[in-house]
């Protein structure tokens, strides 16, 4: 009786760890109104050559799970389905989950859905303490063990491009993910590690309109303009190390 009990409970955990992408993807969909979709997802790999030419021997990797041998970005992209399937429909989301219950969650970026841009992680902690030094309000930052992503509100590529113009030189190393764009969610799991919230998301604040009678505040979490931390990220980019330059993943 207590072995079986004690698989049982072991059989939940498995579960409920793998509910953690389900219940985060809902929410992203249901809650905030972000369309997303499953990301490709990595496996295991064997010890791989990949360091011999740096005289550095064999080395243990995770490889991406599409065709793509050289993936430089394994697990964080879609695949199949392709970006365009990415949705708010619950049904869609808990079938696609149900069938890959360890699959990265891929928010498909711009239109109606946030936009982000992301730099190296050591100049992406830079930035933000920058800004919270000169008391910037932020958004959500997305954070993988290479780079960081600061979430912003949806932007079009005439206002993208006024920003980037107005700018002495842009960093090859920032990335600008808006329309047609992804960024992978927390709690996904992909080949340079664990996507987590450097800085997680916030409920809105209750509107006085709404107690007067007025329409319900949206449930999404508030976003900056990426005008006001454009200046920031450039500027810690360029300062820091390696960081306008190298285009880490």
Not at 106 to 117: E, I, K, M, N, S
């Amino acid at each position: 009786m207590r072995e079986i009990l004690g698989r049982r409970r072991k059989l939940l955990f498995r579960r409920g760890g793998r509910s953690a992408l389900l219940g985060a993807a809902l929410h992203c969909a249901t809650e905030w109104q972000w369309p997303v979709l499953p990301g490709v997802g990595i496996r295991p790999a064997g010890r791989q050559p990949g360091g011999a030419r740096l005289g550095l021997g064999e080395r243990t990797g995770r490889r991406c799970s599409c065709p793509d041998p050289d993936c430089v970005v394994p697990g964080a992209h879609p695949f199949d389905p392709g970006l365009m399937a990415a949705t708010t429909d619950a049904r869609m989301v808990r079938w696609w989950w149900a069938n890959r219950p360890d699959a990265p969650i891929v928010l498909a970026t711009g239109g109606r859905a946030p936009c982000a841009v992301s730099l190296p992680a050591v100049a992406g902690a830079g930035a933000l303490a920058a800004l919270d030094h000169f008391g910037v309000r932020l958004g959500p930052v997305v954070a993988t063990p290479t780079r960081w992503s600061l979430l912003v509100s949806p932007y079009d590529l005439a206002e993208l491009g006024e920003l980037l113009h107005s700018q002495d030189w842009v960093p090859s190393s920032l990335r600008f993910h808006g329309e047609g764009g992804y960024l992978v969610l927390p709690p996904s799991q992909i080949g340079a590690g664990r996507v987590r919230w450097e800085r997680p998301p916030a409920s809105p604040k209750r509107s006085t309109s709404f107690e007067q009678g007025g329409p319900p505040p949206s449930a999404a979490p508030w976003l900056p303009k990426v005008g006001t931390i454009v200046d920031a990220l450039v500027t810690a980019s360029t300062s820091t190390p390696d960081g306008g330059s190298r285009l880490a993943y």
